[in-house]
């Protein structure tokens, strides 16, 4: 495959969406600074989301000789405050720490992609659904969200939704996120949609939302892996040295600590946004430590909340930090 052309390749931003086509264009790398987001709730994650695992819902609907014998009629016995034979309330589902969660499809095999897509966005609007890393094993199909609305909303519609056969769909939703598999076609496909998102007139690379590119849904590619942030700073070393800003917003990053000799990989670095992520302390910063940067927005991360006024200018190290 060519090596992508980081210097003639132009694409163009609409608020926050990212969208692209085969036609070039230019490019303008603004920012919108919105305020008054929820704040992060501070939950004992590994608690919750192991007796979510423990309390996970049955498949009432099928049944077979390799799978687990249901004993209906536990069913149907009466509950305290209910009828008898009353239906098994649907349990929450979890927020998850990582604001990742896994979409879970039994039998899913019998349909096209297309048309399950279709099916649950028609159910989901207002909703955007943005499938992530599809993949079917065996009979199930699998795929990821990014948003606790939509993985709460797609939970909800388990047996709601009547198939063409008589069937009702399964849907079963649980927080989580896939391993990462960085092989050479992956770290292609990273490059060419970085290629697109590359402004060498401003020397800008926005790589906001970047997991949810049209051309990286095949696999995964969140920001928020170690394995996947150090491909993208490698990119950028091997191919736009002379790199002056750059966006990170909107990848649920938490952690940079990762990260090392960052200063000597970007060494021209001015500008970095990384508003609404995860970032809870101010120290992953450090990872930046020695770049030049005189332009940084953290806004809707949580570690603003820590900070009364949020329109101070904030020096820490070698930092200046932009109005959060």
Known sequence: MPKPNYGNRQSTWVKDEYRHDN???????KFSHRQGSKKDNVR???????????????????????????????FNKKKKGGRKG????????????????????????????TFIIKLLQGKLEPLALWPIAWQTQGTTVTFYVDEYK????IHSMDRQIQLP?????????????????????TKEKMKLAMAKRYNPNTKALDLTKFHADPDLQDCFCALFKPIVFIT??????????????????????????????????????KILHMGNNKIREIQQLDAFEGLPIIDLVLDRNPLCDKFKDQQAYIRYDFFIFASF
Not at 253 to 262: A, P
């Open 165 to 185: 056969d008589g069937f009702k769909l399964l849907l079963k939703v649980h927080p989580g996120s896939p391993n990462v598999d960085m092989n050479a076609t």
């Open 232 to 269: 993208i700073i490698d990119i950028i070393e091997e191919n736009i040295p002379e790199l002056e800003a750059l966006n990170l917003m909107d990848n649920k990053i938490t952690l940079l600590s990762f990260l090392k000799k960052v200063s000597k990989k970007m060494p021209n670095l």
């Open 44 to 74: 004992d994650w590994t608690t919750a989301i192991r007796e979510h695992l423990q309390d996970e819902d049955v498949d009432m609907g099928i049944s077979s000789t390799s799978g687990r014998v249901i004993n209906n009629k536990k």
């Open 150 to 153: 939509v993985a709460e909303r």
């Open 86 to 113: 009353s239906p098994v309330p649907v349990r929450k589902l979890l927020e998850g720490p990582t604001g990742w969660y896994r979409v879970i499809i039994p039998y899913g095999d019998k349909f096209e992609k």
């Open 23 to 29: 036609r070039d264009r230019r490019v303008t790398f």
